[in-house]
């Protein structure tokens, strides 16, 4: 069931991230959706499905972009590393944790795009016009990667992949809904 | 005995080395694959925003009003939809009618396409993405164009879909001739403008496309209309790319260069013609 309710996460944070617009005051950044389900699996989820979403989240960044293939999976595993050995250290809870992991991925994520593609001479956007949409990304993973963790945290809970806090309760017999 | 996160690991690891040296062949029909599988979805996301879009619209006539004219007011805004529905009718005829009619005058030489959706998963090409591939003949390195003018050409082509670069793209370089004064130039795209708007057409605007190179020799008029000149083998001669604006002398007095605004709107693209060579 995780691998359903990942691959069904991936198709439509990978539809919704072409279709959504980018805003020009934010670089025509587009939505980090697909970076933010991985995020999610690194932050709450197993460090083996966090792998497989990481490469199957690049895979599907590269197919639907310019990007050579593989390079962004190589990005979202080193992210998904580095965040997953900081879960313990932050309130994976809480949505400002969420929101600066989302920001601060997005934003280093777009830097090594944008270093990589304009070496290679792939694209030709200005080292302003990057910093914009790399800064852009920021604001944009900030704001959607608490909305993508609060959904699939619904989803994994309602299709039984983890725990409802209530059912933690009963379980366990403790107070974890309402201390949380 | 190794443990099963060791064998993922491993096998992930190889996979993306595979992928990483992949050659470009390999690359491409993989990627290919990719966005033929990933079309339908595109298109089911398109037919839901615009209905939602009207859906919204009928809606908010109804909740923003007061209780006791509800009835009354929700007559008013099915009527109001209906007239929206049939003046958006009447223009999509008008349009098909246009493009008909610009078709049959190029008739033989082109593919009509409609674009199914709009920018890269990554945000840093500015494309479109077309209906019809390689399965229409349709080839990488094409030129693109809409009723009013050239748009772009095509990039990666897959069996069902084609990419376009639009010609406000950063990468985007068209050889190109003014009309009157027959100089000539390479109007390069700027980019996204900061200021601009990002509407339900689901693409931003963009700065005019800039034209270099002019001989300083020749007169250059203001609101001139710059076509391609055909050189370089990707455009055809004679397309309209758009019109001049403000010129300026470069650093250097040798050369001209000028603001170009695309005759295309790239706000709005629905149909595009490739031009086929």
New interface residues.
């Given amino acids: 069931m995780t691998g359903l309710v990942m691959i069904i996460a991936m198709l439509i944070a990978t539809v919704l991230q072409v279709y959504l617009p980018g805003h020009p005051m934010l670089g025509s950044a587009r939505c980090p959706l697909l970076l933010a389900v991985v995020l999610y699996y690194a932050l709450c989820r197993p460090r083996e499905a966090m792998a497989v979403a990481a490469c199957l989240c690049g895979v599907l960044l590269d197919t639907t972009s310019g990007i050579p293939l593989g390079f962004s999976c190589v990005c979202f595993l080193a992210i998904g590393v580095f965040a997953s050995r900081c879960r313990s250290l932050v309130l994976v809870e809480a949505a400002i944790t969420q929101a600066f992991f989302g920001a601060t991925a997005a934003f280093l994520l777009h830097v090594i795009q944008f270093v990589f593609l304009r070496s290679t001479d792939m694209i030709a956007v200005s080292l302003g016009a990057g910093l914009l949409k790399a800064t852009g990304a920021a604001v944009l993973g900030g704001l959607v990667t608490p909305l993508v963790f609060v959904l699939m945290r619904v989803v994994d809970a309602s299709v039984g992949v983890v725990l409802r806090r209530n059912d933690v309760d009963e379980r366990f017999g403790g107070d974890f809904g309402q201390s949380a | 005995m190794p443990s ?2 060791y064998v ?2 491993i096998l ?1 690891v190889i ?3 595979v ?2 040296n ?1 050659p470009s062949s390999s ?1 491409s029909s ?2 290919s694959g ?2 033929d599988n ?1 079309a339908p ?2 298109k089911v ?2 037919f839901v ?1 615009s209905s939602g879009s009207e859906v919204a619209g009928a809606l908010r006539e109804i909740w923003f009003d007061p209780e006791d004219e509800r009835e009354l007011l929700k007559e008013l805004a099915q009527l109001r939809r209906r007239v929206s529905e049939l003046e958006q009718l009447e223009r999509e005829n008008d349009e098909l009618r246009r493009l008909l009619d610009f078709s049959k005058r190029r008739a033989g030489h082109m593919v009509m396409c409609k674009v199914i ?9 500015e494309i479109v993405r077309l209906n019809r591939g390689a399965a229409h003949r349709i080839r990488p390195g094409m030129a693109v164009i809409s009723a009013d003018g050239l748009v772009g050409r095509t ?2 082509v897959s069996k069902d879909t084609s990419d376009v670069l639009l010609l406000t ?3 985007s370089k068209v050889s190109c001739r003014l009309n009157k004064s027959g100089a000539f130039g390479i109007v390069k795209g700027q ?9 339900l057409e ?4 963009a700065n005019p496309a800039r034209i270099d190179y002019l001989s300083a020799d020749k007169p250059v008029y203001h609101g001139e209309e710059v076509r391609t000149s055909g050189l370089g083998g990707v455009y055809p001669e004679g397309l309209l790319v758009g019109r001049i604006g403000n010129i300026r002398t470069d650093d250097s007095q040798l050369y001209l260069y000028g603001e170009v605004t695309p005759a295309a709107d790239l706000n709005g693209l629905k149909y595009l013609f490739v031009v086929m060579q």
């Fill in positions: 099963k996160s993922l690991y992930l996979g993306v080395l992928l990483l992949l690359t993989v990627k990719a966005r990933l979805f595109h996301v398109d925003a959706s709009r920018g890269d998963a990554s945000g840093w090409w990039t990666n793209d950063p990468l980019g996204v403008a900061f200021s601009g708007r990002a509407d689901m693409i931003t605007s």
